[in-house]
């Protein structure tokens, strides 16, 4: 059985109560396929312990000052994961088992009920729309699954890519300094 490196649902988010470890989920296969996330293009999953190779991979070529110097493929994919509510891997449906990227969902404000949302995309699959439509594909999973009514980014002032994708998907910057800009969009 394959090991998820995530805590689904910190906070149970239907019912705002105790935290539920497998997200109202009966069983722990079922929490995989569950979330697992598709459209006729790409194929999203949740991140385990099996992907920690193709994960690493893919931010040591992409963001190579996001990998600690000491830090092997697994410690690094636990840590990544440690810090979201949801983590998934983003695959073309034709290549179901290579990674071209990451998305996730992070920093759940639920008075606001509001997500961060980040990711990483190999510079092949740039400008393709892969991560716009891996954004739509989370942003209903947020919608649906948390009655999410907003999502935020936060980026470098520098990385003019981000920003153009989070202003094409529809985000609005709300917020900048010489180290960050923050944009929010408002959800359906």
């Known amino acids: ?17 105790s935290p539920d470890p497998y997200g109202g989920i009966d069983r722990f296969a079922d929490l995989y396929e569950t979330h697992t996330l598709s459209d006729h293009r790409l194929i999203l999953k949740v991140l385990t312990q099996g992907d920690a190779g ?10 190579q000052d996001a990998v600690g110097q000491h830090e092997d493929a697994g410690q690094f994919a636990q840590r990544i994961a440690a810090k979201c509510e949801m983590i998934w891997t ?7 088992e290579t990674i071209i990227g990451d998305c996730a969902l992070h920093d759940w404000n639920a008075s606001a009920r509001e997500f ?22 989370v942003a209903a999973f947020a919608c649906a699954g948390y ?27 709300c917020h900048s300094t010489v180290d960050s800009v923050v944009l929010r969009m408002a959800l359906a």
Do not use: H, W
């Not at 092949?124 to 892969?130: A, D, F, K, T, W």
């Open 1 to 17: 059985m394959m090991e998820l490196l995530f805590t689904l649902g910190k906070k149970n988010a239907r019912s705002g109560g």
């Open 54 to 63: 193709q994960f690493y991979a893919l931010y040591r070529y992409a963001r």
């Open 90 to 96: 983003i695959r073309l449906a034709q290549q179901p």
């Open 116 to 137: 961060a949302f980040g990711g990483s995309l190999l510079p092949e699959y740039q400008g393709q729309q892969v991560m716009g439509d891996a954004f739509s594909l």
């Open 147 to 173: 009655g999410a009514r907003s999502m935020i980014c936060y980026t470098s002032p520098v990385n003019l890519r981000a920003i153009r994708f989070a202003e094409k998907q529809g985000f609005i910057r």
